[in-house]
């Protein structure tokens, strides 16, 4: 009787126990991957930085409107433009300390002689030259000339449009793969650009809208003066 359960114990097949993860078999994040991240957060913050500057253009007031709270988004605005430009400037400075490819300071300040993709890190530098520029003027803007500043400050739709044609372009691996649109980064850059696109739009008709009210009222107003 012994004999024939260990009998059958032996036939019945044996599941080796699986195997946990150890941290060194989990995939580590590399500088790519890191520069990558900086990237996308990069684009997210331009995207709620651009439009909180159309609240501010069309003079959007959080206390009489939606959400009816006093939000100093003024403030906000700059910060996050600040913010914008530390990450902005920390993306391609990763790539330094990268082994392969090999990137020097001359190809991070100039990259049209880049080891990969010239072209896409070119207009990845347009956009952060672009970004320093807005930043700075906007940050003296109270020792310059309205005018000035904002002749400046057009500058950065210069900047947006560079900043999401690199991210949309650009091999986050660095080996010149084709682009493909469906991919989870490309989409978020692909989202952000259409919230920008929209958030204009409204900005715009709701310029326009508050114009026509105003025109409507000035004759009003002169009747009973």
């Known amino acids: 009787m012994g004999r024939l359960i260990t009998g059958c114990i032996a036939d019945v097949?044996?599941?080796e126990p699986r195997k946990l993860a150890t941290?060194?078999?989990r995939a580590r994040m590399t500088l790519l991957d890191l520069c990558s991240y900086l990237g996308l957060i990069a684009i997210v913050l331009a995207t709620v930085n651009i439009c909180l500057g159309?609240?501010?253009a069309v003079r959007y007031s959080p206390w009489r409107t939606w959400p009816h709270r006093r939000i100093n988004y003024f403030r906000?605005?700059?910060w996050s433009g600040y913010l914008l430009l530390l990450i902005t400037v920390a993306h391609p400075i990763v790539l330094l300390f990268s082994r392969e490819p090999r990137f020097r300071a001359l190809d991070?300040?100039?990259p049209l002689w880049s080891p990969s993709q010239p072209f896409e890190n070119t207009i990845g530098a347009v956009a952060l030259y672009a970004l320093t520029v807005v930043v700075i003027t906007s940050y003296y803007r109270l020792s310059m000339?309205?005018?000035t500043w904002k002749r400046f400050h057009y500058v950065v739709y210069v900047a947006a449009a560079a900043s999401f044609l690199h991210g949309l372009l650009t091999?986050?691996?660095l080996k010149n793969s084709p682009v493909d649109y469906f991919d989870g980064e490309k989409v978020l850059v692909e989202v952000c650009f259409l919230v920008?696109?929209?958030a204009s739009y409204l900005a715009l008709r709701y310029r326009i809208r508050k114009q026509a009210r105003r025109a409507a009222l000035l004759p009003v107003v002169e009747h009973e003066s």
């Open 23 to 25: 941290p060194k078999s």
């Open 108 to 110: 991070i300040a100039l």
């Open 76 to 78: 906000i605005h700059n």
């Open 54 to 56: 159309l609240l501010i």
């Open 196 to 198: 920008v696109a929209v």
């Open 145 to 147: 000339k309205r005018r």
């Open 171 to 173: 091999d986050p691996h």
């Open 13 to 15: 097949p044996y599941d």
